[in-house]
């Protein structure tokens, strides 16, 4: 049974910072190239940020870029979201995701392509 469990939200003050893990079991960690979305209330699930399988390839949204960081570590089967200089626009619950893909340096920002989700961590930046 695949489990992505999602950790390390909370609160905290704009320009502030948090680091979210998400931690993979139940399938070959490697195969699989992992992406973050976030959900605001009342507004579609969007993309944030996706790293490959050998994670020499990333890419992030527009609004994240600059400011946020994703990167794993195959050996732990884990995947990360640092996410610095916070704005209350990034308010939202976060949710991992993982796309199997053949491609080690192959990634996808489209969420019909995910293959698996966790449960989400909650985020909340206030002003």
């Known amino acids: 049974q695949v489990q992505l469990v999602e950790s390390g939200g909370g609160q905290v003050q704009a320009g502030g910072s948090l680091r979210l893990s998400c931690a993979a079991s139940?399938?070959?960690?490697?195969?699989?190239?992992m992406g973050w979305f976030r959900q605001a209330p009342g507004k579609e699930r969007e993309f944030v940020a996706t790293?490959?399988?050998?994670?020499?390839?990333?890419y992030y949204a527009d609004s994240v870029k600059g400011r946020f960081t994703i990167s794993r570590d195959n050996a732990k089967n884990t995947a990360y979201l640092q996410m610095n200089s916070l704005k209350p626009e990034d308010t939202a619950v976060y949710y991992c995701?993982?796309?199997?893909?053949?491609?080690?340096?192959?990634?996808?920002?489209?969420?019909?392509?995910?293959?698996?989700w966790g449960q989400g961590t909650p985020v909340t930046v206030s002003s």
């Open positions: 790293i490959s399988r050998s994670a020499r390839k990333q």
């Open positions: 995701a993982a796309d199997r893909q053949d491609s080690s340096d192959g990634y996808s920002y489209i969420r019909k392509n995910y293959d698996y």
């Open positions: 139940g399938l070959t960690f490697n195969n699989y190239a």
